[in-house]
T-cell receptor, first 115, second 109 residues
């Protein structure tokens, strides 16, 4: 069964360091997302991506964050200079379509710990 | 502003004790309401999509229903393996999905 895969599963970094989280969405999906979940809190939308550009982003997704689809399969989230409050589980998700029938399928997540 | 509220926050049931989880929402132009299951340290696992009031979907011991203001996830005769956090999400006019805080279900044998 097709699935969204994410790497790394866990990353520990020092405050101020750059982090890149990687995702391989389901192959025939067209819309890609990053969400984050701080421990014990709700799943929060960060950004959506379609046709090689950001289609929507939240207030959380500030200039420290960027996304890229460098090739036909990978979808990355970069945090330029990590802060303590960036510690969270980051989920990549993809969907075949939106506007009806757009079930969102999630990866297993990348746990980011900023020290 | 689009919003999703789930209740209760936590629910403890005995095995076989049926119950319902609630998800109330306000959204501009509902495109879909989604139920997910999340196990600790894992990504949300898709369960159901509902698109219009009156719609129902079933899967094993779970049944999801939708009205114009809320959705229910009914759990019939739950088993310990049904223990998880159940998340509700809605998709409105834009390409983002709003999640509720979830209901943490604990089913005791």
């Amino acid at each position: 069964e097709p699935e969204v895969t994410q790497t790394p599963s866990h990353q520990v970094t020092q405050m101020g360091q750059e982090v890149i989280l990687r995702c391989v969405p389901i192959s025939n999906h067209l819309y890609f997302y990053w969400y984050r979940q701080i421990l014990g809190q709700k799943v929060e939308f960060l950004v959506s991506f379609y046709n090689n550009e950001i289609s929507e982003k939240s207030e959380i997704f500030d200039d420290q964050f960027s996304v890229e689809r460098p090739d036909g399969s990978n979808f990355t989230l970069k945090i330029r200079s990590t802060k303590l409050e960036d510690s969270a589980m980051y989920f990549c998700a993809s969907t075949e379509k939106t506007g009806g029938g757009g079930e969102l399928f999630f990866g297993e997540g990348s746990r980011l710990t900023v020290l | 502003e689009d919003q999703v509220t789930q209740s209760p926050e936590a629910l403890r049931l005995q095995e076989g004790e049926s119950s319902s989880l609630n998800c109330s929402y306000t959204v501009s132009g509902l495109r879909g309401l989604f139920w997910y299951r999340q196990d600790p340290g894992k990504g949300p696992e898709f369960l159901f999509t509902l698109y219009s009031a009156g719609e129902e979907k079933e899967k094993e011991r779970l049944k999801a229903t939708l009205t114009k203001k809320e959705s229910f996830l009914h759990i019939t005769a739950p088993k310990p393996e049904d223990s998880a956090t159940y998340l509700c999400a809605v998709q409105g006019n834009f390409n983002k999905f709003y999640f509720g805080s979830g209901t943490k279900l604990n089913v005791k044998p």
